[in-house]
């Protein structure tokens, strides 16, 4: 049986997002965008501009971890997130393993902490971590030896941290680097959604000058105007004037209970038709996560129109990932990141 952090270590989780910072305020793990200043966040952005250069080249490879050994730790499917890892660390020369839990000891009984530790005695420098309890990749930062580096890949419906950059990016280099003009709209599942509430906290800390979240009362998770958004109940009100519309997944696997009546319903309501999209500005972005579901939160002519930059986004989230790991695994190449007073200190 794998070793679930369950609620306690969610609610530990909160507490001690620090631990994400050594004692230079530089990047150790990437778990969440919680306790992150606009510096850190604004660093991997602009290092990730330089990669996205690199990535447009014809020889697409740096040596800067080459010798490093970074695992795809993946307990969750996915395609985009784990495959731009993998090619991020490729691009970077470290050398990569695929570990399939599915195939894995895990499934003979083995914990989960075991199966780490047994990992980790192969000298691996870095963990990518997806699993579907909020608190896993916290829960394993914390239990991991010292010299070995952990990213979120996603865990439950806590946290996304390189989705919401790579969605950061994918703004910055559509709409420029003044987020403070921007009104964003995001769109369906919040209630279930690790990437709308990574989103929402990059959002504030770049100082986006608004951010709504729309949809269905049952899929708005309560107390969220606590994180500084608008809530709407309304599609064509919420997207109004938007320069960026989010469109999120129905997340069924993790929903409980009837949240929805129906797909068709939901589509009428909140799904993006080109007919809806004209209430946001005329040159409004339209993004996704990804997988898309066409049909239910998107209409095919506006996932494959003009104002998508669904496939940017994947396309940039190789250089996110190249950022953060080069970040991570070369924290003493950086310069201190905290405010000069408190590094004197
Ligand atoms: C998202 C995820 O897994 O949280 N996808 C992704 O990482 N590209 C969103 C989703 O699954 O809907």
């Given at each position: 049986m794998v070793n679930k952090p369950g609620k306690a270590s969610i609610l530990a989780a909160q507490d001690d997002w620090n631990i994400q910072l050594d004692s230079h305020g530089r990047l150790k793990h990437f778990l969440t965008i919680e306790g992150l200043g606009s510096e850190i966040l604004n660093n991997i952005l602009d290092t990730a501009e330089s990669f996205a250069n690199i990535n447009e080249?014809?020889?697409?490879?740096?040596?800067?971890?080459?010798?490093k050994t970074i695992v795809n730790l993946f307990f969750e499917a996915s395609t985009r997130t784990r495959t731009t890892f993998e090619l991020a660390a490729k691009r970077l020369s470290a050398d990569v393993l695929n570990i399939n839990i599915s195939t894995s000891a895990t499934s003979k009984g083995e914990t989960l902490l075991d199966t780490l530790r047994n990992i980790q005695a192969m000298q691996c420098d870095m963990f990518i971590v997806r699993h579907n309890d909020s608190g896993a990749a916290h829960h394993i930062a914390r239990n991991v030896s010292p010299d070995i580096s952990v990213i979120n890949a996603g865990d439950g419906r806590h946290a996304h941290p390189t989705q919401a950059m790579l969605d950061m990016f994918t703004i910055r280099r559509s709409k420029g680097h003044d987020f403070g003009k921007l009104r964003v709209a995001i769109v369906g599942d919040?209630?279930?959604s690790r990437v709308a509430r990574s989103q929402i906290h990059a959002l504030n800390t770049l100082n986006t000058g608004e951010v709504r979240v729309i949809g269905p009362k049952t899929l708005i998770p309560m107390?969220?105007?606590?994180?500084g958004v608008t809530v709407y109940n309304d599609m064509a009100a919420g997207i109004k004037d938007a320069d960026v519309v989010i469109m999120l997944r129905l997340q069924k696997e993790r929903?409980?209970?009837?949240?929805?009546?129906?797909e068709q319903e939901f589509y009428a309501m909140y799904g993006l038709s080109r007919e809806k999209l004209?209430?946001?500005?005329?040159d409004a972005i339209v993004m996704h996560p990804g997988p898309i579901n066409r049909g239910v939160e998107i209409e095919t002519a506006v996932a494959d129109?003009?104002?998508?930059v669904i496939l940017k986004q994947v396309t940039y989230g190789i250089s996110i990932r190249m950022a953060v790991m080069s970040m991570v695994l070369g924290r003493e190449a950086q310069s201190d990141s905290r405010p000069a007073d408190e590094a004197k200190a």
């Open positions: 080249q014809s020889v697409k490879k740096v040596p800067l971890l080459r010798g919040l209630m279930h107390g969220i105007e606590n994180m929903m409980q209970g009837a949240l929805l009546p129906s004209r209430h946001a500005k005329a129109g003009p104002q998508s």
